[in-house]
């Protein structure tokens, strides 16, 4: 038989380890729930199986000549040099955003060929490119 | 030249510390109780030495020395001073050499302030501490040298990104490496403790200060992170849950577990093998965030340079790190009795720690669930704030509650709960928090517990804090860092509830209306600076109704070397709030692209963590002074 004081320590560091374990499992339940996946353009024209109203990140390149601008939104299309996705944002863009040099758009799709962004991702460094969109364009431009 | 002399620097440190472990293996021969002065002597040389040769490298970037390849890729004759020495550790290979001086300094200072414990743990900790010298001097030398040279010198040097030209850039790194990097310490002081069996009370005593250094200084580091993005970046946030920066928040909850749990080993002599965990993950947990900011496995809105091999040598370094403190603990570990009640000071820190713990495997999952998908599945995901946002903040509310009650608990047992006094506390807070409702604005369900629980520490600490000046107590650091981060939390809260954001475009002469506010671009002004050109624009800010009219000048610059733009967020800060308006120009197009943030309270959540680091000092303080 255990002792009072074992039984209670026994009990004491099962619980501990029960608490740990349920609040792992929800954190790796809301992390499914919240992950962005990344899409290119391409991608997202051969993805049968798309939620649109799932929030994503969409990569490629600022198409040249097709930035337009009002008072409320920037629109712009990012092209993979295999498709195009049409964009339309409203808020700040990066200094490094600018026709011919690579995005990277957050928000969700309309549909397969309009995009609503709500964030622009900001990059540091002319030189630097997100690992993404290197190998998109390594696969498309050769 | 100067490349010369910092090499044979760097080489003689590599003999120094071969020879300082050589000696320290043959002190266990010398039956003397002291350590004797030939190791004093040769840790004398090898912080001189190391010293010097971080100087020299400094020395090169102020001559603008640019046969030396770091200089030449970071630097520019034209930089200002301050830049120029900042530019020092502002790169891999810099910041790489001052890893190596951290741990050199915390290694000397360690032998001389332990001197009242035992001269085996001394030595084995010596002994692991330069160990782990020589790797990062290896890595440094052999992979990573600042004092490479290129042949023939460039006349004119890249320049350093403008972005990082910046006095709390400037900062931030010395401040978080004397954090992360001066964990290293009790790394090699437990390893050492689990080798020598030098355990409880006086383990505890010869680590808790340099828990308490590395700590503040963490906080410190973290909060200069903080403050240069947000007027930096622009988005006018101050966290975005970017791999980078989460990689310096795990080793700040891994310490702020041990700075808990190592007073209930110093007071009442156990939880010993939990705080060797806790010493051992702090420093593994800095290592691999290095590991995954450097090699360039996470993408991350930061930009470092990324080299593969770099990489490569971190995460064998950190491998046989993990390996070797994971084998020695399983071979000495003893389940020893863990026997205290339920009812006292010593569960409420377990919880404590429960908490740290739990905040730090949700970030560390958040962190490295990106690599996994991508190598299981093939999918690029990112984590974002939602997730982080979710996961931790309904947790913060029940964390602040037990945060309040932890420290009235008594060690040992606690006899009796203030539950009227709690209740009060209570009460007071729901008051509070109705009256912000009532007067400003309403929130969200989850934002009024946040803004009660906060109150209710804040409240708590306060009366904590009156009851110890009435007993001319003067250790009050517990409670200013608690009051502290109460602070910090209820004026986040704030900030977040009752901020204003507004994008939109305009061109020179037009003005937008919104609530109410109105903006009015009204000029827009090119000048020439030292370095960069800058365009500069000028906007009227009206506030209706509360007879506000200011002025704004965010900036475009345009930088000359290396060619980069960046855009100049203007700032007007004041006691309650900050406005905030950044501005950039959109190819071929006379609109320009307008942020306009109120932000309320910013000064406070950078007063509330200077705070909380403050506490940390204080008790250092009064540690000192107690030894002497």
């Given amino acids: ?142 | 030249m100067l490349s010369n002399f910092g090499n044979t620097l760097l080489f003689l440190n590599l003999l120094l510390g071969v020879l300082i472990i050589y000696f320290s293996v043959g002190e266990f021969q010398n039956s003397k109780i002291t350590i004797s002065k030939k190791i004093y002597q040769l840790c004398l040389f090898q912080i001189t030495f190391v010293i010097i040769s971080f100087l020299t490298l400094i020395t090169a970037f102020i001559i603008s020395d640019f046969s030396i390849i770091t200089v030449y890729q970071n630097s520019h004759s034209l930089k200002p001073l301050l830049y120029k020495i900042s530019g020092t550790w502002g790169n891999h290979e810099g910041s790489l050499l001052l890893w190596v001086i951290i741990l050199t300094i915390f290694s000397f200072f360690f032998l001389i302030y332990s001197k009242n414990h035992q001269k085996n743990y001394r030595i084995i900790s010596l002994i692991i501490q330069n160990i782990l010298i020589l790797g990062f001097l290896f890595f440094l030398i052999f992979n990573s040298n600042p004092f490479s040279i290129i042949a023939p010198t460039p006349k004119e040097g890249l320049g350093l990104n403008p972005i990082l030209q910046d006095p709390a850039l400037a900062i931030h790194p010395p401040l978080l490496y004397i954090g992360f990097v001066g964990s290293s310490i009790y790394f090699s002081a437990a390893m050492s403790s689990l080798i020598t069996n030098y355990s409880g009370k006086l383990f505890a005593q010869s680590i808790k200060n340099w828990v308490l250094i590395s700590w503040s200084f963490q906080t410190l580091g973290i909060l200069a992170g903080s403050i240069w993005a947000y007027y930096e970046l622009g988005w006018g946030g101050f966290w975005f849950w970017d791999p980078v920066e989460n990689a310096s928040l795990l080793p700040w909850f891994a310490m702020s577990a041990l700075l808990h749990s190592i007073m209930v080993l110093e007071k009442r002599n156990q939880l010993y093998f939990w705080v060797i965990i806790l010493c051992l993950l702090t420093f593994i947990l800095s290592v691999t965030g290095t590991f995954l900011v450097r090699s360039g496995i996470l993408n991350s809105v930061h930009t470092f340079a990324n080299d593969p091999s770099r990489g490569l040598y971190i995460l064998i370094f950190l491998s046989l790190m993990i390996f070797a403190s994971v084998f020695l603990f399983f071979n000495k570990f003893k389940n020893s009795n863990y026997g205290f009640y339920s009812n006292s000071r010593e569960t409420f820190i377990l919880i404590n720690n429960w908490f740290m713990i739990f905040y730090l495997i949700t970030i560390l999952l958040g962190t490295i669930y990106p690599i996994f998908t991508e190598v299981l599945t093939d999918y690029k995901v990112s984590v974002g704030p939602p997730f982080y946002n979710t996961v931790i903040i309904p947790i913060v509310v029940l964390f602040l509650f037990f945060m309040s009650i932890g420290p009235r608990i008594k060690w040992i047992k606690n006899k009796s709960y203030n539950l009227n006094l709690l209740f009060k506390i209570l009460l007071a807070s729901i008051l509070i928090n109705f009256l912000i409702t009532y007067f400003f604005n309403s929130y969200s369900f989850l934002s009024n517990f946040i803004i009660i629980s906060a109150l209710f520490l804040i409240i708590s600490s306060l009366l904590d804090l009156n009851k110890s000046f009435k007993k001319k107590e003067i250790n009050s650091s517990r409670v200013t860092s608690h009051l502290a981060f109460g602070f910090l939390i209820l004026f986040i809260g704030l900030n977040h509830n009752f901020s204003l954001e507004e994008d939109f475009n305009l061109k020179l002469g037009e003005k937008k209306k919104f609530d109410n506010y109105s903006i009015e671009f009204t000029d827009l002004k090119l000048k020439d600076f030292e370095n960069y050109k800058a365009v500069i624009g000028k906007f009227q800010i009206n506030n209706l109704k509360k007879n506000l009219n200011q002025f704004l000048y965010p900036e475009i610059r345009i930088y000359d070397n290396p060619k980069t733009i960046t855009y100049e967020a203007s700032i007007r800060s004041s006691f309650l709030k900050d406005y905030y308006i950044t501005m950039s120009n959109v190819d071929r197009s006379d609109y320009y692209n307008i942020k306009f943030q109120k932000k309320p309270f910013m000064m406070w959540i950078w007063i509330s963590a200077i705070f909380i680091s403050l506490g940390g000092f204080l008790r250092l303080f009064h540690n000192a002074k107690k030894n002497y």
Avoid: C, W
């Fill in chain 1, 1 to 142: 038989m255990l002792t009072k004081k074992v039984q209670k320590r026994v009990s004491f560091l099962s619980l501990l380890l029960i608490s740990l374990v349920i609040a792992v499992f929800f954190i790796l339940k809301s992390l499914t729930n919240n992950i962005l996946y990344f899409k290119s353009p391409t991608d997202i024209q051969l993805n049968q199986d798309i939620v649109l109203s799932k929030k994503m990140r969409v990569g490629g390149m600022v198409k040249k000549n097709s930035i337009n601008i009002n008072d409320k939104a920037i629109n712009f299309i990012i092209t993979d040099f295999k498709n195009e996705l049409f964009v339309s944002y409203s808020g700040t863009v990066p200094n490094l955003f600018s026709e011919g040099k690579g995005v990277v758009a957050e928000g969700i799709l309309k549909d397969k060929n309009f995009f609503i962004a709500d964030r622009i991702l900001a990059k540091h460094d002319e030189k630097y490119m997100p690992p993404e969109l290197k190998n998109i364009i390594k696969k498309n431009v050769k």
